[in-house]
Structure formats: structure tokens, C-alpha cells
């Protein structure tokens, strides 16, 4: 029987240098007894889970200085919103994003599938070793309840991308779970239910062992918290949504950045207050132009491509405050005369949120949680339970700390608007660009607007273009939760090794 078991020599010779010697040989390799019993041993296996996150690592035989977990996910999930607008026809296949073209052949959700599955088993590895190794002091259960934090975070993110919300189909085919090492490489999808049960299992377990924490480059229990909370209130159980929240908020570990401080929050992410947990990145990880998550949506003139920008339609969102703080992440291209200037008949306003680590146009250490989420996901349950005024109350405690004490709610809804209204469009704002958005539209079964120029409009052509005109006659203009390219394909590779692999409609 064929068992889908990978080496754990990659993680451990990724934990030094950040993952940059990619070949590695057989006699490179240390024992997973050797790993559980010896403190450094177990760390650096455990460092190389994260480096996966952030490195180009080999897949179907080559190096894609455009494969990187981060990168993919971000692209996966936030060019498929409509905060950002894609400002050129492209062969890279982040424009499968923009413009719905999914195919189970393309490059990006192939390496995502691949790479989310390397780290899962990875971390699988070292839990299968440390379990059998009987230990049980704080140190080792601190590393322990990491690797259980990270199999739920990776089959989370999974789910998100190949499977229906749960709050659309609970029992729709979700992905294939993999907690063990002696699973049979033809496996059948769970649920999504299953998933999140999974997801929710191994959360609240990485909670109860993890009393030691490492710093926010690394999961901690408040982590694992605020993992329970943004599950919980996918999965619509908004009474555990609040309590995990409450439980993140309550500590007094993590403060909202402030008007003054919030313009320098992302490039100063390992240190920053409102900081979680965030992979972090060095200089070492500077990937430039090529490969970085920046490179996209900023330059500076030759630092990144800079052909993605935000949309009109975020920019129509903010527009009724410009002293909000948050504007400080979404920079103009502007020209001598000062004009923004346009690609394509399309303002170029850069986007900055990774950005800036250190001065480098192309570094940040992404923040995976934040305070503020922890706030917001407390505001939708509260507005979903029916208390409106408990929800614009935490609604305003961001607004304050944005430049918009003038403008708070002090518990009256704005005409026209419900609570789960205001909340939603907070949260636009305040996490824009961090891979919320889609996400937040669908399962809250609602339609996605894309009715603004870009050339996620099918055929577009640039002798098209007409900003004073709402555009009409392309497909996927609007795009309701119960289209299926809310969700991306089962990866070619997977579905044709595997049978089980039922594809997505």
C-alpha cells in the first residue's frame, strides 16, 4: 500500500539560513528519535514548518521564483476580491483570480495544494515522534501544540480555497484531511464539517499545550484563540466566536495601534501591538522583484511590477474620510505634476501593507492575526446575535484609533445600514488586502460587485475604457456567492494520483 509519507530531512535543513540550500542528500538527514530527544533537534524541525511558509521550495522538479505559500494564498484570495484591480492582461496565473478562469491545471493552486500538504505532514512527523517519545514538559508541549496549530491553520486556509463556505453547505466535499502518517495516499474529501471539526479539534488541543510562548513569529496559545474565533464564526456558532475573541481581548497582550502608530504597523509587524502571530521575514528573505508578495501591487519605479492596485471601488469605500490613517497603505502613483497616474486607463494607486520592513520596498513579515480582527469577529457575532450597540461599540474602537473619533457610531445605526452592514464594511477597510474579503462576501451569502474598469472584465480591450461609464455586457461583473468559481479546482496533480479526489463542480 502506498502511504503518502515525506521526508523530514527538508524541514529540518530549511530551519537554517531560512530554507536556502535546497539540496539536500540522504546522510543530511537526523532520526525522529534524534528529533524528540534533543531540545534543538525538535526546535529546528519545528523552524523549518515555518520557513515553508515564506520560501520558493521545488515543486514537479523546478524552482518558481513565483511559488511561495504566502504569495499564492494572497493572490488566491484577494485578486478574486474586489479590492484590488488588475491592471493588465497577464500570463502569470494570478489573473485566473481576477478574472474567474479557474482551471485544475493552474500553477498556483497546483504548488499551494503541494506546499500546504508538505508543511501538514511535516508537522504530522514531528507530532507522530514526540507522542510516541512519551514527553510531556512544557518546552516539548509548547513545540507540540505549534505543529497542532499549524496542521489546523494549513487545512483551514485548504478549505477556504477548495471548499464551499460552511455556512452555504456544511456537507459539501471540503479537502483531504491528512492528521496522521498512515493515511493511504487515495483519499477520499471530508466534508466541510469534517474539516472544521478538525480544524477545531486540533485548535483548542495546540490552546491547552502551548504555555510557553516563543515570540509572534511563532504560534502561541492567543494564536490558537484567535484561530478558534475566525473558525467559529465561519461556521456561524457566534456564541464561541465571542468567547474565543474575549478570550484574546481580555488577555492585555495586544493593544490596537493608534492614529500615530498605525502608518508604521506592517513594516514593524514582529514588534508591533496589535500582533499575534506573523511569519516573519529577513533580509535574507528579500525576495526583490521577483517572488515577493509586493512585487505585485507596488514599486517605486523598479522594485516590484506594480500592476495591481486598489480598486475604485475601495477607494469609493473610503472616500467619506479622508483622515482615515488607513489610507497611509494605499499610495498614488502620481506624475510630475502631480496627477495619479493611470495604466490602461486605470489609476495606479500602489498598495504598501508589504511593504517597508527595514526601508525594503519588497520585505514584510505578514501578519496572520491581529488585535483588531479579534475585535471585528467579535462585532459580526454581536450584530448576528442581535446586539447592535455591543457590535458598534467595538466597531468604534477601531474608528477612533483610525483618525475617526469625529465619526463614530456611539451606538446608532446609520440609516439604511444593520449592524452586520457596518461591521462588514469595517472590516473591508481595516483588513483590506490580508486575505479577508472574499471570504467575508460568500459566507455571509452575499454577491461580490466588480462593476468598475479592470481587466478582470473578460475581452476587455483598453480602446474600451470609459471611467466615466459603469462597464456592462461582461461576465462576472457581480458575482453571487452560489457561482462556483467562488472556489478554485482540485489541483490536476491530486485528482489524477488520487481517484477519491472528486474535482469541484
Same mark, same amino acid.
Given at each position: 500500500?502506498?502511504?503518502?509519507?515525506?521526508?523530514?530531512?527538508?524541514?529540518? +535543513?530549511?530551519?537554517?539560513?531560512?530554507?536556502?540550500?535546497?539540496?539536500?542528500?540522504?546522510?543530511?538527514?537526523?532520526?525522529?528519535?534524534?528529533?524528540?530527544?534533543?531540545?534543538?533537534?525538535?526546535?529546528?524541525?519545528?523552524?523549518?514548518?515555518?520557513?515553508?511558509?515564506?520560501?520558493?521550495?521545488?515543486?514537479?522538479?523546478?524552482?518558481?521564483?513565483?511559488?511561495?505559500?504566502?504569495?499564492?494564498?494572497?493572490?488566491?484570495?484577494?485578486?478574486?476580491?474586489?479590492?484590488?484591480?488588475?491592471?493588465?492582461?497577464?500570463?502569470?496565473?494570478?489573473?485566473?483570480?481576477?478574472?474567474?478562469?479557474?482551471?485544475?491545471?493552474?500553477?498556483?493552486?497546483?504548488?499551494?495544494? /503541494?506546499?500546504?500538504?508538505?508543511?501538514?505532514?511535516?508537522?504530522?512527523?514531528?507530532?507522530?515522534?514526540?507522542?510516541?517519545?512519551?514527553?510531556?514538559?512544557?518546552?516539548?508541549?509548547?513545540?507540540?501544540?505549534?505543529?497542532?496549530?499549524?496542521?489546523?491553520?494549513?487545512?483551514?486556509?485548504?478549505?477556504?480555497?477548495?471548499?464551499?463556505?460552511?455556512?452555504?453547505?456544511?456537507?459539501?466535499?471540503?479537502?483531504?484531511?491528512?492528521?496522521?502518517?498512515?493515511?493511504?495516499?487515495?483519499?477520499?474529501?471530508?466534508? +466541510?464539517?469534517?474539516?472544521?471539526?478538525?480544524?477545531?479539534?486540533?485548535?483548542?488541543?495546540?490552546?491547552?499545550?502551548?504555555?510557553?510562548?516563543?515570540?509572534?513569529?511563532?504560534?502561541?496559545?492567543?494564536?490558537?484563540?484567535?484561530?478558534?474565533?475566525?473558525?467559529?464564526? %465561519?461556521?456561524?456558532?457566534?456564541?464561541?466566536?465571542?468567547?474565543?475573541?474575549?478570550?484574546?481581548?481580555?488577555?492585555?497582550?495586544?493593544?490596537?495601534?493608534?492614529?500615530?502608530? /498605525?502608518?508604521?504597523?506592517?513594516?514593524?509587524?514582529?514588534?508591533?501591538?496589535?500582533?499575534?502571530?506573523?511569519?516573519?521575514?529577513?533580509?535574507?528573505?528579500? /525576495?526583490?522583484?521577483?517572488?515577493?508578495?509586493?512585487?505585485?501591487?507596488?514599486?517605486?519605479?523598479?522594485?516590484?511590477?506594480?500592476?495591481?492596485?486598489?480598486?475604485?471601488?475601495?477607494?469609493?469605500?473610503?472616500?467619506?474620510?479622508?483622515?482615515?490613517?488607513?489610507?497611509?497603505?494605499?499610495?498614488?502613483?502620481?506624475?510630475?505634476?502631480?496627477?495619479?497616474?493611470?495604466?490602461?486607463?486605470?489609476?495606479? %494607486? %500602489?498598495?504598501?501593507?508589504?511593504?517597508?520592513?527595514?526601508?525594503?520596498?519588497?520585505?514584510?513579515?505578514?501578519?496572520?492575526?491581529?488585535?483588531?480582527?479579534?475585535?471585528?469577529?467579535?462585532?459580526?457575532?454581536?450584530?448576528?446575535?442581535?446586539?447592535?450597540?455591543?457590535?458598534?461599540?467595538?466597531?468604534?474602537?477601531?474608528?477612533?484609533?483610525?483618525?475617526?473619533?469625529?465619526?463614530?457610531?456611539?451606538?446608532?445605526?446609520?440609516?439604511?445600514?444593520?449592524?452586520?452592514?457596518?461591521?462588514?464594511?469595517?472590516?473591508?477597510?481595516?483588513?483590506?488586502?490580508?486575505?479577508?474579503?472574499?471570504?467575508?462576501?460568500?459566507?455571509?451569502?452575499?454577491?461580490?460587485?466588480?462593476?468598475?474598469?479592470?481587466?478582470?472584465?473578460?475581452?476587455?480591450?483598453?480602446?474600451?475604457?470609459?471611467?466615466?461609464?459603469?462597464?456592462?455586457?461582461?461576465?462576472?461583473?457581480?458575482?453571487?456567492?452560489?457561482?462556483?468559481?467562488?472556489?478554485?479546482?482540485?489541483?490536476?496533480?491530486?485528482?489524477?494520483?488520487?481517484?477519491?479526489?472528486?474535482?469541484?463542480?
Amino acid at each position: 500500500m502506498k502511504k503518502r509519507i515525506f521526508t523530514i530531512i527538508a524541514l529540518v +535543513v530549511f530551519a537554517a539560513s531560512s530554507c536556502k540550500n535546497l539540496d539536500v542528500n540522504p546522510s543530511d538527514a537526523i532520526s525522529t528519535g534524534t528529533i524528540v530527544t534533543t531540545s534543538d533537534g525538535l526546535t529546528n524541525a519545528l523552524n523549518g514548518a515555518y520557513a515553508l511558509f515564506k520560501d520558493h521550495i521545488e515543486f514537479n522538479g523546478l524552482v518558481d521564483q513565483n511559488n511561495m505559500y504566502l504569495r499564492q494564498f494572497y493572490h488566491l484570495s484577494d485578486f478574486a476580491s474586489d479590492d484590488i484591480v488588475c491592471g493588465q492582461v497577464t500570463t502569470d496565473p494570478l489573473y485566473y483570480s481576477f478574472s474567474l478562469g479557474h482551471s485544475p491545471s493552474q500553477g498556483n493552486t497546483r504548488y499551494y495544494w /503541494y506546499i500546504s500538504y508538505k508543511i501538514i505532514t511535516g508537522v504530522n512527523t514531528v507530532i507522530d515522534a514526540v507522542e510516541k517519545s512519551g514527553k510531556t514538559d512544557a518546552k516539548t508541549n509548547q513545540l507540540l501544540g505549534e505543529c497542532y496549530f499549524l496542521r489546523a491553520f494549513c487545512h483551514f486556509n485548504l478549505v477556504r480555497l477548495f471548499g464551499k463556505p460552511y455556512s452555504v453547505d456544511p456537507n459539501a466535499p471540503g479537502i483531504i484531511l491528512r492528521t496522521n502518517l498512515t493515511d493511504d495516499a487515495k483519499k477520499a474529501r471530508s466534508t +466541510v464539517k469534517e474539516v472544521y471539526d478538525s480544524v477545531i479539534a486540533d485548535s483548542e488541543k495546540a490552546a491547552t499545550l502551548m504555555t510557553q510562548p516563543r515570540g509572534v513569529q511563532y504560534a502561541s496559545q492567543e494564536a490558537a484563540w484567535s484561530l478558534l474565533a475566525r473558525v467559529n464564526l %465561519y461556521k456561524e456558532d457566534n456564541a464561541k466566536a465571542i468567547e474565543w475573541s474575549n478570550k484574546v481581548i481580555n488577555s492585555g497582550k495586544f493593544t490596537l495601534a493608534t492614529k500615530a502608530t /498605525y502608518p508604521a504597523l506592517f513594516a514593524n509587524a514582529t514588534t508591533a501591538s496589535e500582533t499575534i502571530f506573523c511569519v516573519a521575514f529577513t533580509t535574507v528573505d528579500d /525576495y526583490g522583484k521577483f517572488g515577493s508578495i509586493a512585487s505585485m501591487i507596488y514599486s517605486d519605479g523598479n522594485s516590484g511590477w506594480g500592476e495591481e492596485y486598489a480598486s475604485s471601488s475601495l477607494r469609493a469605500a473610503m472616500a467619506p474620510h479622508p483622515e482615515d490613517v488607513r489610507w497611509s497603505y494605499i499610495v498614488p502613483a502620481k506624475d510630475g505634476s502631480g496627477n495619479v497616474q493611470k495604466k490602461n486607463g486605470i489609476e495606479m %494607486y %500602489y498598495i504598501s501593507k508589504f511593504s517597508f520592513q527595514g526601508g525594503s520596498p519588497n520585505l514584510s513579515s505578514p501578519i496572520m492575526f491581529r488585535i483588531a480582527e479579534l475585535y471585528l469577529i467579535r462585532a459580526e457575532a454581536e450584530a448576528k446575535t442581535g446586539a447592535a450597540p455591543a457590535a458598534l461599540d467595538d466597531v468604534d474602537e477601531i474608528r477612533k484609533n483610525r483618525g475617526l473619533e469625529g465619526s463614530l457610531y456611539n451606538k446608532v445605526l446609520p440609516a439604511g445600514k444593520t449592524a452586520l452592514d457596518v461591521v462588514l464594511d469595517e472590516k473591508r477597510i481595516e483588513m483590506a488586502f490580508e486575505g479577508h474579503r472574499t471570504y467575508d462576501v460568500f459566507r455571509n451569502k452575499r454577491t461580490l460587485n466588480k462593476a468598475y474598469w479592470g481587466y478582470h472584465l473578460a475581452g476587455l480591450k483598453e480602446t474600451d475604457i470609459d471611467l466615466s461609464k459603469t462597464p456592462t455586457g461582461y461576465p462576472n461583473l457581480t458575482v453571487p456567492y452560489t457561482n462556483p468559481r467562488t472556489i478554485y479546482y482540485i489541483p490536476i496533480d491530486e485528482v489524477l494520483s488520487n481517484p477519491l479526489a472528486t474535482q469541484n463542480p
